[in-house]
């Protein structure tokens, strides 16, 4: 909204918005002119005090000490032949202009060294008070450029462009960041709203089957057998919607704590594949598990590979990526799951543990790839309720990774996409 004058007056066109108030730029300006004049007054002043202190030297001083200063003067700079006492008149005077010289040149040096030492004291303390204003002016602007919405430009004056690149960064990252907190809080709100709206459906199915079971005790086997199977179902969902509302409403509220000890990541990596059955099955999917190049299964779990780690928290990543794959991969496909040893370049003679999960799916797109860890992400947007979750599965997977001090990575091409984490070990 801008600001308006009186009927038949124009607004000029520089003329400050009611919103956003006019930057400090000329008052800066005019701060600045008006310090440059205090300092060459400042400097005129002091030369013209010191001048005049030189001159009245002699007068201060002698009348300071009864005249002994001139008396001490005449008797050693000027030498008297003859005195007419009668008279009280000295004839053949005999002026020294050397003594008198280096007598000047001393007492002139002392006055400069003064001088200079009491103008360095001086300009000490200015230069205090200057630096004391300058920081209180820089406060005072960038105070103004972060709460309005101005361009640095017309905030800052001249001598201040680094505080304004600095200031420009900073507030570029803040808001920045104050976006990323609005839109997952609008992600989060939304997908509260779908849950909600989702736990009607198989609760209202729940009831109405079991009131059908209820109403009619007489109902033929086959019947009675798939209805319970709907309601069992329906049941499952429901408890899987319960489940994302004490994801949602306690990822934030609780801190994530490790309590490490030494685990063979592959007898983990085979007891998760062989618990992840009935769900592989209900999807149709298989899974293959290697540890160093070889299969791996209960039976056969393969070469050990210890790390040290939480393995509550551990298995919690690989549970996560592993649903994730079950949910986004194709009916009937393998899920392919590796272990090994290996060394990062960056870290030469360190050994790591390196763990793969690969699917066959729908290829990703980049800009979803580059968002798929981030809280309350999910690659089904519509929010179809058979696949996905809060969005908060592989976020959670990747604090996880990041307290052991690893890594997590997404990776999708040809309709292949592989997770994978790297630990050390």
Request: hydrophobic share 45%; glycine share 6%.
């Amino acid at each position: 909204m801008n600001a308006k004058r009186r009927s038949g007056t124009p607004v000029p066109p520089n003329t400050p918005s009611v919103d956003r108030p006019a930057p400090p730029l000329i008052a800066a300006a005019d701060e600045t002119r008006r310090e440059r004049l205090r300092l060459a007054a400042v400097v005129i002043a002091g030369a013209a005090v010191g001048i005049m202190l030189y001159i009245l030297l002699f007068r201060f001083v002698d009348d300071g000490l009864n005249g002994v200063f001139v008396d001490w003067f005449f008797s050693t700079f000027v030498s008297t032949w003859e005195v007419d006492y009668q008279t009280n008149t000295t004839y053949n005077l005999v002026f020294n202009p050397t003594g008198a010289k280096e007598f000047f040149l001393k007492l002139g040096l002392a006055f400069v060294l003064i001088l200079v030492v009491v103008s360095a004291i001086a300009a000490h303390l200015y230069a205090r008070r200057c630096s004391r204003e300058t920081a209180e002016r820089a406060a005072e602007l960038l105070a103004f450029f972060m709460r309005h919405d101005a361009e640095a430009s017309e905030v800052f004056p001249d001598g201040f462009g680094a505080l304004a690149l600095t200031a420009t960064e900073v507030k570029s990252t803040a808001e920045a960041h104050e976006r990323a907190l609005r839109d997952e809080a609008q992600r989060r709100s939304d997908l509260i709203t779908y849950l909600a709206h989702d736990l009607k459906t198989p609760l209202t199915s729940v009831i109405g089957y079991l009131s059908l079971l209820d109403e009619i005790p007489e109902m033929p086997r086959e019947q009675r057998c798939r209805y319970v199977g709907i309601t069992l179902d329906k049941a499952k969902r429901l408890e899987r919607l319960i489940n994302e509302f004490f994801d949602i409403t306690r990822y934030n509220l609780s801190h994530i704590e490790l309590e490490t000890e030494s685990v063979d990541l592959s007898y983990l990596l085979v007891q998760m594949a062989d618990e992840f059955y009935p769900l592989l099955a209900e999807h149709g999917n298989t899974v293959s598990l290697t540890v160093e190049g070889a299969p791996a299964s209960v039976e056969a779990p393969g070469a050990e590979l210890w790390i040290t780690a939480d393995p509550g928290r551990l298995a919690r990543v690989f549970n996560n990526i592993l649903k994730n794959a079950i949910a986004y991969s194709h009916e009937g496909t393998e899920i392919a799951v590796a272990a090994e040893r290996f060394e990062r370049a960056d870290a030469p003679g360190e050994p790591w543990a390196r763990v793969t999960v690969s699917d066959e799916g729908a290829t990703i797109p980049p800009h979803k790839l580059e968002a798929i860890f981030d809280k309350f992400f999910r690659l089904d947007e519509a929010r179809a309720t058979s696949t996905g979750g809060a969005g908060l599965g592989l976020a959670i997977a990747r604090e996880i990774v990041e307290l052991h001090g690893g890594t997590i990575t997404a990776a999708s091409e040809a309709g292949r996409t592989t997770f994978t984490v790297e630990l050390p070990a």
